[in-house]
């Protein structure tokens, strides 16, 4: 059972952030936004504070956790970065692309699960880079949700499943993406998770086709996320549905309008940032979702692979 027996305090906005840094350089745990969802931060340097991670979010220690800094160059200094990296890096940071790259070891274990890779990133959101530069050292940040349900994509997420286990939150209000970032690693560029900019973006810049691994993986996946059940709502959900069956309420997409549509227009970037909160909202009326058809073309990608994990089975 994991405690919630301290009081979360709210902070908002850029004003927060002096406050905000200060509990992050004390140790303690804070929420913040980012471009993609809603990140629960810690001083990566700090083992002790990056333990409350996994206990806050009831992660399992063999699970990863991504470490975001405020540049690139910091990006360099505690990770060996191949060439690919280097060049996906300048191109897309900060930005919605997480890279797994060999740790130089200088950031305690407990952050890498062990393994001897980082996951790196360099995020958009102007109050993310701000409370980056105002603590002055990385943060380790898995997205916001005690561990295998739905990503926060506003600040009252947050509180509906860590309220009492960490410091505070810093409200952005609601993110832009939406859905994770895309996550690339190994000896040869991989996709280890669609995420928030396209493959065919990556691609373009590379000149060249990123391997793929399994999405779905075993008990210790190369990217641990990637576990069969995640994202999941309490509800059973049905995906490629025409119309609702029986009790199912629909999540509609383009020419199929549903109690709640993810984009009326079929826009996959609207979509993705619409389907988390839509997945809430949807899950409280305690009736199955069945949801449209999602094109497998773009961020189609990212949202089928949750769409995928949240309705399987467990
Ligand atoms: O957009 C995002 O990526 C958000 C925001 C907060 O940045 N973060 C996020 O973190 O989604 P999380 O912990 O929910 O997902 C991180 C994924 C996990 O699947 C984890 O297993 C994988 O990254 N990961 C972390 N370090 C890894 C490593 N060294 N090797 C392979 N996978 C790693
Ligand atoms: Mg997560």
Same mark, same amino acid.
């Given at each position: ?7 979360? #305090? ?60 405020? $540049? ?9 970065? @191949? ?25 305690? *274990? ?6 001897? !890779?980082?996951? &790196?990133?360099? @995020?958009? +959101? ?20 005690? $561990? ?25 209000? @609601? ?5 994770? !970032? ?8 991989? &996709?280890?998770?669609?995420?928030? %900019?396209?493959?065919? #973006? ?6 060249? !086709? ?11 996946? !190369? ?5 069969? $059940? +995640? ?10 549905? *025409? ?5 199912? %309420? ?23 940032? +619409? ?5 809430? #909202? ?13 094109? #497998? ?5 990212? %949202? ?11």
């Amino acid at each position: 059972m994991i405690k919630a027996d301290q009081t979360t #305090e709210r902070l908002t906005g850029f004003a927060g952030v002096p406050a905000a840094s200060a509990l992050l350089r004390a140790g303690e745990l804070v929420a913040f936004p980012t471009e993609t969802v809603y990140g629960l931060g810690a001083d990566a340097t700090n083992p002790d504070a990056v333990v409350k991670v996994y206990d806050a979010k009831g992660r399992p220690r063999f699970n990863p956790l991504i470490v975001h800094l405020s $540049s690139v160059d910091a990006a360099l200094e505690i990770a060996a970065f @191949p060439e690919w990296a280097l060049q996906l890096a300048v191109a897309f940071w900060p930005g919605a692309l997480t890279l797994v790259v060999p740790s130089r070891g200088i950031l305690p *274990e407990i952050v890498s699960a062990g393994r001897p !890779s980082l996951a &790196l990133r360099v @995020p958009s +959101h102007p109050l993310a880079l701000a409370l980056l530069r105002a603590s002055e050292r990385p943060l380790a940040a898995p997205s916001a949700n005690p $561990s295998g349900r739905v990503s926060p994509t506003t600040a009252c997420h947050v509180l509906d499943g860590l309220d009492g286990r960490i410091a505070a939150v810093l409200d952005g209000g @609601p993110t832009e993406v939406g859905i994770e !970032s895309t996550i690339v690693g190994g000896e040869v560029p991989t &996709l280890l998770r669609p995420g928030g %900019i396209a493959v065919s #973006e990556i691609e373009k810049v590379m000149g060249a !086709s990123l391997a793929r691994s399994g999405l779905i993986t075993k008990t210790v996946p !190369s990217a641990p996320g990637q576990l069969a $059940s +995640h994202y999941a709502p309490r509800v059973e959900v049905r995906l490629n549905a *025409e119309e609702a069956r029986g009790n199912e %309420i629909l999540l509609g997409f383009g020419d199929i309008a549903g109690d709640r549509t993810l984009s009326a227009t079929g826009d996959l970037r609207e979509a993705a940032t +619409h389907l988390f909160a839509a997945l809430r #909202e949807l899950d409280t009326l305690g009736r199955p979702i069945a949801v449209a058809p999602i094109p #497998e073309t773009g961020l189609g990608l990212a %949202i089928n692979d949750r769409l995928t994990r949240a309705a399987a089975p467990r």
